[in-house]
């Protein structure tokens, strides 16, 4: 089982990184006696941030970019709330990928370094 899939593909496991973050969106914060006075505002919300792979093929980083060109995207990640995997709708941060092979000096056949940070849209499939 893979621990990313994009609109139904699955990719290669990150070799580093792959920070989950759950985070809570509140109404409001503290009064002036410092207590808490807002509510919790619809679900958490999912991140699956520093996703790095130290050396793809061209073809797989290509293949992983043309997913998220679609920008809005139905991802399966991991969860940690609840140990098993969710589907949520997510869009992509910066992609980021340094050529280190070139074929014949034109286009790269291979990169180091590939990055993106997913970002839950709020929308749970």
């Known amino acids: 089982m893979a621990v990313l899939t994009i609109n139904g593909r ?25 207590e808490f006075i807002g ?23 290509a293949a992983m970019l043309q997913e998220f060109d679609k920008f809005v995207v139905t991802a399966k990640i991991p ?4 140990n098993q995997m969710m589907t949520i709708r997510v869009y992509p941060g910066n992609r980021t990928a340094t050529p280190v ?5 034109e286009l790269p056949i291979l990169y180091r370094d590939c990055k993106v940070n997913i970002i839950d849209c709020g929308v749970m499939e």
């Open 10 to 34: 699955e990719f290669p496991s990150p070799d580093i990184g792959g920070n989950l973050v759950v985070a809570t969106n509140v109404s409001d914060g503290k009064n002036a006696l410092g």
């Open 39 to 61: 509510q919790r505002v619809g679900r958490d919300q999912y991140k699956f941030e520093n996703l790095q792979w130290k050396f793809l093929d061209a073809a797989t980083w």
């Open 79 to 82: 969860d940690m709330v609840h």
């Open 101 to 105: 092979e070139l074929n014949n000096g």
